[in-house]
């Protein structure tokens, strides 16, 4: 009985994809996908105040001069290695970009990949410790009226001292967008409506938002630049491990990432290290951290783009060429 359901089910199902796919195919982009474009985002920016910096500090760096000048030298390596592809830097000045304009310079250059850069900071470890105790003077109150007395008296309390120690996070991680909150990323991918553009003669088609079919060819979007994005990001902390570097690995944040869930494309967002984290922070600020950083960063986006263009990977990004 179950199987018969199943069966049923699964043929229902499996007519319904080819409908789909039948229904979608002139109005689809191809999905031999390329990466054409490359979003470089130089995460925060100097916002006229070196009192108030954005993003975080480490004793003697900022994150934002860090992961510009990293991202500058991401940006120099593609350029290099893959002179064929187009790369776009939502903040190509030490300035800072709001997340918004970042994202629209994203979508609107119809990038095919996003790529954000920024650094990690832990807070020092609050250590709260007794040590001994002390005497303490109080008073009470007897009686009542005139006869009421102030009596003194003792008690022996606790002392607390309060200690801070170096936080001993360290390492490499990759965000991707949160699987669970794709609600955003499917408005992006609407709003940026190319998606349903007819790739033959490049006219754009007028998509109901609210048509079942569309809802779903939408989650399927989601989904495959999720996949997209958690392959690239494996690859990316591969090649930090390759260099040495210890990797905490591919992560989601709970509430999502803006620049992440806004961006019509597969997202990364790579933490290069922990500012809090003495040797770390040395080695990001010196010249060739930071060039290892970016030379590993431009390999994963090639392996990456070589894997999606071969079509062994899902598909980077819907054909938008
Ligand atoms: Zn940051």
């Known amino acids: 009985m179950i199987k018969n359901r199943l069966l049923q089910f699964c043929s229902i199902t499996c007519l319904a994809l080819v409908l789909v796919s039948f229904f979608w195919s002139p109005v689809l982009h191809s999905k031999t996908s390329k990466v054409h474009t490359i979003i470089v985002d130089a995460g925060h920016g100097f916002k006229g105040s070196l009192s108030s910096p954005d993003g975080a500090q480490g004793s003697s760096s900022q994150e934002d001069v860090i992961s510009y000048e990293v991202a500058k030298k ?6 290099k290695q893959m002179p064929e592809v187009n790369v776009v830097e939502t903040r190509p000045t030490p300035y800072f970009v709001s997340l918004k304009d970042r994202a629209a310079i994203a979508n609107n250059n119809k990038g095919d990949l996003f790529v954000s850069i920024h650094c990690n900071f832990a807070p020092k470890i609050r250590d709260v410790r007794q040590e001994g105790t002390r ?4 008073y009470v109150y007897s009686g009542k009226g005139k006869k009421k007395k102030k009596i003194k008296k003792t008690r022996v309390v606790p002392v607390y001292k309060t200690y801070y120690h170096p936080n001993p996070a360290h390492g490499t991680e990759t965000y991707v967008f949160a699987a669970h909150k794709t609600d955003v990323k499917e408005d992006v991918l609407l709003e940026n409506g ?3 553009q007819n790739e033959k003669d490049d006219s754009t088609i007028n998509v109901n938002i609210n048509d079942p079919i569309v809802k779903q060819q939408v989650a399927l979007w989601t989904k495959m630049f ?3 994005s958690v392959k690239l990001g494996s690859i990316v902390e591969e090649e930090f491990v390759q260099t040495g570097r210890f990797s905490r690995g591919v992560k989601q944040r709970q509430k999502g990432i803006f620049v992440l869930q806004a961006t019509a494309m597969p997202s990364i967002l790579i933490e290069l290290g922990f500012l809090s984290n003495r040797e770390e922070e040395e080695f990001l600020l010196g010249e060739d951290g930071q060039q290892s950083m970016a030379e590993s960063i431009t390999r994963a986006i090639r392996r990456y783009k070589t894997l ?5 990977s899902p598909p980077a990004a819907p054909n938008k060429k």
Do not use: C, L, Q, R
Request: no cysteine; net charge negative.
């Open 226 to 228: 999720f996949a997209s």
């Open 135 to 138: 005497t303490e003077t109080y």
């Open 308 to 312: 999606v263009e071969k079509g062994n």
């Open 74 to 79: 991401v940006v120099a390596e593609i350029k």
């Open 194 to 196: 190319d998606v349903f």
